[in-house]
């Protein structure tokens, strides 16, 4: 691996990187669907396999997959968006612009868990929902009501606060500090991991997790402890651009990812929820970012299409799996074959409304931003689940 000096020119068009997309997202799918009892409702199955060691080995095997997909968005979130910036623009057109890109398409799924599955509970559960500010809370009624993956666009809602101010700043930073302020943030990860662990209770734990409701709160959901990971995506696209982003083909670099995952397997939580794989994703990125770049290929018309969906099909996971699977099937557990046909229909399923909600909410509220006069720069879809 070593450093590549030839500058690039920002704010081109990624691909491969778009349809990387669809891959994070469909990780969290895979932990979110092996789980073995129902987030919402502990006592309840999740899974569909009715054999406890087929069921027992699935969710093991995926148990980490969610936390690799949440971080990999994380640090594309600030890759992307500063790859796409031509420079300071007024923050109020920033912001805009950037909750086109994903309250609506928020707000209808808040709405579909509200009326047609009537779980939103008390007010103090779907208010805070709806204005995306519930993963600040450490009430897992809170934070984990409603559509529960949107905690994540919570801790977006904060990088999209704060870029204005983190852009001013290290778009001044000169070359020969970009990795070394990286390693800075990869040094904030670890703290945030180690107060978690140390300073947070470990008890009560978790029926799926071998963590508290308080350590899961803090080192996963809480906006500010995953700031880090998007700090990093920002000087990552830096250092690409500048040319002196370490270098290593897409392909040795999805290779790191192998190890990593199975060191998520067996490092202990808090420390596995971002240590593990934070590193080999970056350099994913930053690999898939080279590519395009230098190397470029003709986009694959259906993995740019998967990854325009991904951000729909991360968000509805969360009411066809959480809600829509205790609707329509109760209970009920079934043999091998029937599980494995009704987990790919729930995939189906789940893709099909996270199109729908591309096609029909998140593409218009776009193109009625563009038509506002507001220009939506950059591939933008920089979200995170």
Request: proline share 10%; charged share 10%.
């Amino acid at each position: 691996m070593r450093a590549h000096r030839d500058t690039a020119r920002p704010g081109g068009r990624l691909p491969t990187l778009t349809a990387l997309r669809f891959a994070a997202a469909l990780a969290v799918f895979l932990f979110h669907v092996f789980l073995t009892t129902d987030p919402l409702y502990p006592q309840a199955p999740l899974t569909l396999f009715a054999d406890p060691r087929t069921a027992s080995v699935l969710a093991c095997v995926t148990s980490k997959a969610g936390y690799a997909g949440v971080s990999f968005f994380f640090v594309l979130s600030g890759f992307v968006l500063t790859w796409s910036a031509r420079g300071p623009e007024p923050p109020g057109v920033f912001w805009r612009r950037r909750l086109a890109r994903i309250y609506p398409t928020h707000l209808v799924l808040w709405v579909a868990a509200l009326l047609l599955f009537a779980r939103a509970g008390p007010v103090r559960v779907w208010l805070p929902n709806l204005l995306l500010v519930h993963a600040n809370s450490p009430d897992a009624d809170v934070n984990s009501g409603m559509n529960m993956p949107s905690w994540s666009l919570c801790c977006e809602l904060l990088f999209y606060l704060l870029f204005p101010l983190l852009y001013r700043v290290l778009r001044r930073l000169p070359e020969r500090g970009v990795l070394p302020a990286a390693g800075v943030c990869l040094v904030a990860a670890a703290v945030v991991a180690l107060v978690d662990a140390v300073l947070l209770p470990g008890r009560p734990r978790i029926p799926q997790l071998p963590v508290s409701l308080d350590q899961l709160w803090f080192g996963y959901l809480f906006p500010p402890a995953r700031l880090p990971e998007f700090v990093l995506g920002m000087l990552l696209a830096r250092a690409v651009a500048a040319g002196v982003a370490p270098r290593l083909g897409l392909a040795p670099a999805a290779l790191l990812l192998l190890p990593a995952y199975a060191l998520t397997l067996v490092v202990p939580s808090p420390f596995d929820f971002t240590l593990p794989m934070v590193v080999p994703l970056a350099l994913v990125i930053c690999a898939a970012a080279h590519r395009d770049l230098h190397r470029p290929c003709p986009a694959h018309p259906l993995g740019q299409w998967l990854g325009k969906v991904s951000f729909g099909f991360y968000l509805c996971q969360g009411v066809v799996l959480f809600h829509g699977r205790p609707l329509l099937l109760g209970e009920r557990t079934f043999a091998a074959p029937a599980a494995a046909a009704l987990t790919l229909a729930a995939f189906a399923v789940t893709l099909g409304a996270g199109a729908l909600t591309y096609t029909a909410v998140e593409r218009p509220a776009v193109g009625w931003l563009a038509r506002a006069g507001t220009p939506a720069r950059g591939s933008g879809r920089e979200w995170a689940g």
